[in-house]
């Protein structure tokens, strides 16, 4: 690759200067402007960073116009086909694929850590009854700071490996809790004997007053459908954990920020929007009149579940969700979906659709995985939670690459300031 400097000029001068070219393993090059304050007295326009890289990063790649993503360099598709969403983990995490022996010692972890504080139970049970499960989730999550205040030092390399295990291993049993909660169903303690998905399901389904057994389909759906929503380079939830965690709060405040940001219906938070809106669209015939309203910029409707800041490409997670609805619906014996139908329809029509190719408008992650979480009865208010379960792999993974860098600065981005220039106070008598 070309690392040739970009020439600039300072107008006030005439001075000429360069600014260096970076260039990754893959991808296109970056021009480093974090001298231009100095060196130039400017600062860069980019509202909502649609041409800034952030920071420099080893776990994830896109390439948004192949509809490449990697983790770690390993494609997707083929972690998708032949690994699990616990090996994924530690590969985002520690950088390489384990051993069988480093797999199981960390299987083995995450499981010794599922269980939750009783208080955090009960300050969970506090809710009311309708409170939406990201508010609750993202609130526990953030006080688990109130109860490992012992083992937070973010310059301690075994805190920070510690929290990793206790926050990936807890969100599945914070989550049942609040769906538990909701149902007004007593909470149902996790089972060392099985695997993550396995026991998640096992809390959210099992009652004590009869025996239940996980589906093995609906366990591997899931774990196939984590492993695919477990990291998206600097996505915005990422962004935010990063930005928080650069001021050395510590690491339950970081990630509850993050659950906070995927609650969005831009973001995750669209998982669930899709199904209210095809629920809405309630039938082929209705397709045109919605696409309509999504191109009507007055509307305030978009297609819930299309579209990407990276992707101008099919999303390939949305490739295999599709599939994967296809093989799931048939297992389950759900093979009539009218909802899944739909889902098809509308893509099928809004890939034709001159809007909608022009701007290179295609399904994204959440549009299809919706339908799989509903085919395995999980409440349409747990879809952006079951995100953020598999999200916590990601976050973690940027997080702990962030602040084991020892040039660690606080996140702090400049404005184009355009408010009043300088003016006098004037008392309130004289207004
Ligand atoms: C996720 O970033 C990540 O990596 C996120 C994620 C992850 O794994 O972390 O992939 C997960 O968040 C997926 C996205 C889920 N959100 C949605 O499905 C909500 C619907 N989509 C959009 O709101 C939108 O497409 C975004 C938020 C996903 C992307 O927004 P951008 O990059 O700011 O795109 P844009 O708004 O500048 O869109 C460009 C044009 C605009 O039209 P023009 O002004 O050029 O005429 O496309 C239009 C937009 O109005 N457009 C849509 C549309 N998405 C974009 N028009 C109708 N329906 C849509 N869904």
Known sequence: ???????????????????????????????????????????????????????????????????????????????????????????????????????DTYRGSITRHTMINESLLRFTNGFHHNAHPMAMVSAVVASMSAFYYDSMDIHDPRHREIFSHRIIAKLPTIAAAAHKHALGQPFIYPRNDLAYCANMLNMFFAVPCEPYEVDPVAAQALDLLFILHADHEQNASTSTVRLAGSTGT????????????????????????????????????????????????????????????????????????????????????????????????????????????????????DFYSGIIYSALKIPRSMYTVMFAIARTVGWVAHWLEMISDPAMRIGRPRQLYTGPTQRDYVAVAKR
């Open 1 to 103: 690759m070309d690392n040739k400097p970009f020439e600039l000029a300072n107008p006030a001068t005439g001075v000429k200067s360069l600014l260096p070219v970076r260039a990754g393993t893959i991808g296109p090059q970056v021009l480093d402007i974090s001298g231009l304050p100095k060196d130039h007295g400017v600062f860069t326009f980019d509202p909502a960073f649609g041409a800034t890289a952030s920071c420099e990063s080893k776990i994830t790649y896109i390439d948004g116009d192949a509809g490449v993503l990697l983790y770690r360099g390993y494609p997707v598709d083929q972690l998708a086909a032949h690994s699990s969403f616990m090996e994924v983990a530690y590969l985002l995490i520690y950088g390489n694929l384990p051993s069988a022996k480093e797999l």
């Open 250 to 365: 510590n690491p339950y405040a970081a990630i509850s920020a993050g659950v906070s940001a995927l609650w969005g219906p831009a973001h995750g938070g669209a998982n669930e929007a899709v199904l209210d809106m095809l629920e809405e669209i309630g039938s082929a015939a209705n397709i045109p009149k919605f696409l309509d309203m999504a191109k009507d910029k007055s509307s305030h409707f978009k297609l819930m579940g299309f579209g990407h800041r990276v992707y101008k490409n099919f999303d390939p997670r949305a490739k295999i969700i599709r599939e994967m609805c296809h093989k799931v619906l048939a297992k389950l014996g759900q093979t009539d979906n009218p909802l899944f139908e739909l889902a098809l329809r509308l893509e099928e029509i809004a890939l034709k659709d001159e809007y909608f190719v022009s701007r290179k408008l295609y399904p994204n992650v």
